[in-house]
């Protein structure tokens, strides 16, 4: 056969894939189709109960499994077949394109729209429209690549706040008398403290006993947060309880006090500043008044400056920029849960990814596996994260775990006007939605 002879190449047939609800979106497809409207054949569609049912986890699988992109639809708000589905999914799909954002992912293979069961010519419209975009953009390599990524190079581990601090310093003689007090009296059974670690260069979180009451206290250490503790069932049954506490315990507290983790009534707090210096014996209420009035309310609270700047630097950069560095990023991680096991707020009985029935995510530490990993775990804690830096500072490979974090905070207060651990009254940001919440990249 000669070269002019030569059978042109297949024109590029994107995989598409439709996450519709059953009630609106579906329908408005099956009109399309008694209508005898069109569109492209390549769009698989799957369909589920409500937009309120798609979850996040759904995309970013469809997108590993090959997908060039994804589009979901539902009924338009206030329409919903189960009265506020949408009104939440609204508000979960705007905290996850703002985290996809921030790691460079492609927006543009992401789409959403309101479309109800009598606007098949909509849906045909739409689904038109997104498969010139996708055919225009080509094959979405770049997650390919990640995806199909089998044994990650591991770089060398960077050492973390938390292994660079130095031995741990004694605690302020006058919070140590303070928990002797309180234990002595009765006032609290147990009290989760930092102590002298014989073993490593910084301080260990535990709890105490009344009988351990002379065990030599220190000072916390820069990374670590001691609420993680208070979710521990023993710890838990020994009730009422002490705890000492900086601001980052005071805001994940009033977390899980908003979820019903734990009883403000059975806590005391030993409240000291970010250096170890004793401030007062008091309650949670009390507390969480006094440092509501010392956080400036135009930025998430507990994030420090150093890690809002990082933030920024990382969002100027071009989005290839932002995709190559979470990339290398997810590349070094282990797998080893150190950011799970030191966050305050990670803590269901039991994780997405220990969960095989269905398996939705590789549990290897591989490309489509870490990757999936940090942006679930990430999204589980829109709303929740009070950024203490604990799971940046425990990773062993020195991930800056709080940048993701520190994306979803900043969502939640441009959107929504929320900042975690700052009111315990409320309900949780991913639990609650306003009809007036809005999300203009809707169509």
Request: net charge positive; aromatic share 8%; with cysteine.
């Amino acid at each position: 056969m000669s070269e002019s002879a030569q059978p042109a190449p297949a024109a590029f047939e994107p995989r598409i894939v439709a996450f519709v609800c059953k009630w609106c979106t579906y329908a408005g497809a099956d009109l399309a189709g008694t209508s005898r409207l069109t569109y492209p054949p390549y769009v698989r569609t799957i369909m589920l109960p409500c937009t309120g049912r798609i979850d996040v986890s759904f995309v970013l699988r469809a997108f590993l499994d090959g997908a060039d992109g994804v589009i979901v639809s539902g009924c338009h708000p206030g329409d919903c077949h189960y009265t506020a589905g949408n009104y939440r999914a609204r508000r979960r799909w705007t905290l996850f394109r703002d985290l996809l954002d921030a790691t460079g992912f492609d927006l543009n293979r992401l789409e959403l729209a309101w479309i109800s069961a009598a606007e098949g010519a909509k849906w045909v419209k739409t689904i038109q429209a997104f498969s010139d975009k996708i055919q225009a953009l080509g094959p979405y390599d770049a997650l390919r690549q990640v995806a199909a990524q089998q044994s990650p190079g591991l770089a060398p581990a960077a050492a973390s706040a938390a292994t660079v601090a130095g031995p741990a310093q004694p605690a302020d003689p006058q919070l140590s008398a303070a928990i002797r007090d309180a234990l002595a009296a009765g006032k609290i059974k147990a009290v989760a403290a930092w102590t002298h670690n014989a073993t490593l260069s910084r301080p260990r979180p535990g709890w105490l006993l009344p009988a351990e009451a002379a065990v030599e206290l220190a000072a916390p250490g820069p990374a670590g947060n001691l609420a993680r503790l208070l979710k521990n069932p023993k710890l838990k049954a020994l009730a009422p309880l002490g705890l000492v506490a900086r601001r980052r315990e005071i805001l994940a507290l009033n977390v899980l006090v908003q979820e019903a983790q734990i009883d403000p009534a059975q806590i005391l707090l030993f409240t000291v500043a970010d250096d170890g210096k004793f401030l007062e014996t008091t309650d949670l209420p009390a507390a969480t008044a006094a440092l509501a009035r010392e956080l400036p309310p135009a930025r998430p609270a507990g994030f420090s400056d150093a890690t809002l700047k990082a933030l920024d630097d990382l969002l100027a950069r071009p989005p290839a920029e932002r995709w190559s560095f979470w990339r290398e990023q997810s590349a070094k991680c282990i797998k080893c849960y150190a950011c799970r096991g030191s966050c305050p707020q990670c803590g269901c009985a039991q994780c997405f990814t220990d969960k095989n029935q269905p398996q939705w995510f590789p549990t290897a530490a591989d490309g489509a596996g870490n990757l999936s990993w940090h942006l679930i775990r990430a999204f589980h804690l829109a709303g929740r994260c009070v950024g203490c830096g604990a799971c940046a500072a425990a990773c062993p490979e020195g991930i800056p775990l709080d940048l993701l974090n520190a994306a979803l905070a900043r969502s939640a207060l441009k959107h929504f006007g929320h900042r975690a651990g700052l009111d315990p009254a409320g309900l949780p940001l991913q639990a609650d939605f306003l009809p007036a919440d809005q999300a203009d990249f809707i169509l």
